[in-house]
């Protein structure tokens, strides 16, 4: 029974005091839809984060809908000893920084996360604290998680919204909350556009394991301060960087020059990776997952216009890619993500692969053609890659751009094409003996999901469509 009750889920406002004999075991919370329903955070003029021009009064002046005073919170908190870690789900009205505050008054909780449904704004009415300080609590926090929609700039551009408020008052509540942690903090997860970078390149962060950075880079600056930050984190152990890229931000290199010594990660993720940074020489031999990838996908680019998601896509060629896996030395690399341009060294990378990393296990692939009349070799891509020895997942998008995979045809055969193509793959792959499995993309409208294939023999079925999988 305890591991049963670890994590509970309360929707606020319908939570109360919880059951006595599960009190001990929950060492995880998770609030629901806390604060505000969704109609109420529209009539306040707010929606994730972002300012939505509807009325509150009617022509006569009356307003159209009475906003309530919040509930209560944390009443859960008080009977939940051992709680440790507390998220906030689906809070499209926002997470009260009063709410924030309750959290750390409980001495056991070292872990707040805010996803990415909910926005971190108080409404109404939408007023900073005047006193941010969190010396009258201490600060216990090892890890905060704070992962806001990544298409919240997309949405404000299209809603023709001002994000510019939001932006400011987080930007407030993340420097009152990050620096405080310095001295404690193992995982932070931050968006770039609000994080306080350059104060935080003022500290040394001695315990911390985890960095990762998403969002989008808005200045010149932010290039320039992550090599400083990082220097100030030499026990880190996962760096992940999933930032959208500008105009006169190109490829910024993670560090500008190399540290006094090596960096011993575990995982590396970095979107639009630089072949010339010096971090590839410097990770140490105990990688086990590596991703050079993309952020926001690239097939996106051919679902907005530039003036609704004002980004670009330098994705690596497989020659860059190439260039890049022959700099790191990574024997038990485990997981790898490539993401790349289709050019005359492509072969040649995917035969490196089995060579430089022996024991890898799972690889996603997401393969962009060199010119739009170019075939997609995707059995060839499968025969490359049988040398890999321990192979047991392949993710592989390749760029398919007939009809029948064309996002939003409602004419297409889809499921009849991309099932065809995915057996096809596993016919090829099923000979290897830890071989479990290939997926494909299925787009859906704001992100995409795999489609899994299996062998005839499995006991999943040959076809997994209700993947857990996400792009």
């Not at 993309?441 to 294939?453: D, E």
Request: with cysteine.
């Amino acid at each position: 029974m305890p591991a049963l009750f670890q994590e509970c889920r309360s929707i606020v406002r319908f939570g109360g005091v919880p059951p006595e004999t599960i009190r001990p075991y929950v060492r995880h919370i998770k609030y629901i839809r806390a604060f505000f329903k969704i109609e109420e955070a529209y009539a306040a003029g707010y929606f994730n984060g972002i300012m939505v021009p509807m009325p509150l009064v009617d022509s006569s002046g009356n307003r159209i809908i009475k906003i309530p005073p919040p509930p209560p919170f944390g009443l859960e908190l008080d009977y939940l000893p051992n709680v440790c870690a507390v998220t906030f789900l689906r809070c499209a009205g926002g997470v009260l920084w009063s709410a924030f505050m309750k959290c750390l008054e409980y001495p056991n909780v070292t872990s707040i996360s805010i996803n990415k449904d909910s926005a971190w704004i108080c409404i109404p009415p939408p007023l900073t604290p005047s006193d941010l300080s969190l010396a009258s609590h201490g600060c216990r926090l090892t890890e905060f998680t704070y992962t806001p929609c990544q298409w919240r700039e997309t949405q404000s551009r299209l809603r023709k919204t001002n994000l510019q408020p939001a932006h400011a008052r987080e930007r407030s509540y993340l420097h009152a909350l990050v620096l405080a942690m310095s001295d404690t903090a193992e995982s932070l997860t931050l968006p770039l556009e609000t994080a306080p970078l350059l104060e935080m390149a003022n500290k040394d962060w001695p315990r911390m394991r985890t960095l990762s950075l998403i969002g989008r880079y808005t200045h010149p600056d932010q290039c320039r301060i992550i090599p400083l930050l990082l220097l100030r984190m030499p026990n880190l152990r996962s760096l992940s960087i999933k930032v959208m890229q500008c105009e006169g931000m190109w490829r910024p290199p993670l560090l500008k020059e190399l540290p006094d010594t090596s960096y011993c990660l575990r995982s590396l993720t970095i979107s639009y990776p630089n072949p010339a940074d010096p971090i590839f020489s410097w990770v140490g031999d105990g990688l086990t997952s590596l991703s050079l990838r993309d952020s926001p996908r690239h097939y996106f680019r051919s679902r907005y216009s530039y003036r609704a998601l004002p980004v670009i896509f330098p994705i690596l060629s497989a020659s860059e890619c190439l260039a890049i896996l022959k700099r790191i030395s990574a024997p038990r690399l485990s997981i790898l993500e490539l993401v790349y341009q289709a050019d005359a060294a492509e072969d040649e990378l995917l035969q490196y692969l089995s060579r430089a990393f022996p024991l890898l296990e799972e690889l996603e692939l997401h393969r962009y053609k060199g010119s739009i009349k170019e075939s997609v070799p995707y059995l060839h891509i499968a025969h490359s890659l049988m040398l890999i020895k321990y192979l047991r997942a392949l993710y592989l998008n390749v760029d398919i751009t007939e009809s029948s995979y064309q996002f939003g045809n409602p004419g297409a055969d889809l499921e009849k094409a991309r099932s065809e193509r995915g057996l096809e793959l596993v016919s090829v792959l099923q000979s290897g003996a830890y071989f479990e499995y290939v997926a494909l993309p299925l787009h859906i409208r704001s992100a995409g999901i795999w489609i899994l294939y299996h062998p005839a023999w499995s006991p999943n079925g040959t076809v997994e469509r209700n993947s857990p999988y996400a792009m």
